[in-house]
T-cell receptor, first 110, second 116 residues
Framework: GENVEQHPSTLSVQEGDSAVIKCTYS??????FPWYKQELGKRPQLIID?????GEKKDQRIAVTLNKTAKHFSLHITETQPEDSAVYFC?????????FGTGTSLTVIP | GAVVSQHPSWVICKSGTSVKIECRSL??????MFWYRQFPKQSLMLMAT?????????EQGVEKDKFLINHASLTLSTLTVTSAHPEDSSFYIC????????????FGPGTRLTVT
């Protein structure tokens, strides 16, 4: 299957600062790259996604960039707030199967 | 929005027994559903792809005879953990892609399995 690496595993930022999470993937068949936010004991929630024909996508404080040649994509959260604290997962999707990164535990310090 | 449900939400069973978990797409048809396993503070690990009307496709290292998957209809997939052992204790989540929404995944709420 696909191999998705995600860094960092933990990230602490001060409220108002930016947070960046990076993922790499191995299977060039992946063409859809979603990011999920998961709170403890709950289902993952899609926060933003990008398809391979686009290099960047932004939705308010959240943005995702994709470099398909290098097989990496990143999540950017600006003006972080305490409610952004959660675990974030990236995913790569070769042949419509979802393979998740190892997760990043983000803590926003008030 | 699209909804995927799971039942039960949590279950405790004794070692050696079998447990069935249901995953339902409530307002759309899903020819494919996915089953994941998640350990505390870890990522979701894809276990298998459930295909309506045919055999499931298992990821490497996942025992087919241990985790039986049946996709009996376009809205229901079941995962049966057979002869459960304490190491099978985990959070199991299903998801279903919606074709008319670019295969966006809709996740179930998860099932917490504890084997004593």
């Amino acid at each position: 299957g696909e191999n998705v690496e995600q860094h960092p595993s933990t990230l602490s930022v001060q409220e108002g600062d930016s947070a960046v999470i990076k993922c790499t993937y191995s299977d060039s068949a992946s063409n859809y790259f979603p990011w999920y936010k998961q709170e403890l004991g709950k289902r993952p929630q899609l926060i933003i996604d990008i398809r391979s024909n686009v290099g960047e996508k932004k939705d308010q404080r959240i943005a995702v960039t994709l470099n398909k040649t290098a097989k990496h994509f990143s999540l950017h959260i600006t003006e972080t707030q305490p409610e952004d604290s959660a675990v974030y997962f990236c995913a790569a999707t070769p042949r419509n199967q979802f393979y998740f990164g190892t997760g990043t535990s983000l803590t926003v310090i008030p | 929005g699209a909804v995927v449900s799971q039942h039960p939400s949590w279950v405790i069973c004794k070692s050696g027994t079998s447990v069935k978990i249901e995953c339902r797409s409530l307002d759309f048809q899903a020819t494919t559903m996915f089953w994941y396993r998640q350990f505390p503070k870890q990522s979701l690990m894809l276990m298998a792809t459930s295909n309506e009307g045919s055999k499931a496709t298992y990821e490497q290292g996942v025992e087919k005879d241990k985790f039986l998957i049946n996709h009996a209809s376009l809205t229901l997939s079941t995962l049966t953990v057979t002869s459960a052992h304490p190491e099978d204790s985990s959070f199991y989540i299903c998801s279903a892609p919606r074709r008319d929404r670019g295969y966006e995944q809709y996740f179930g709420p998860g099932t917490r399995l504890t084997v004593t």
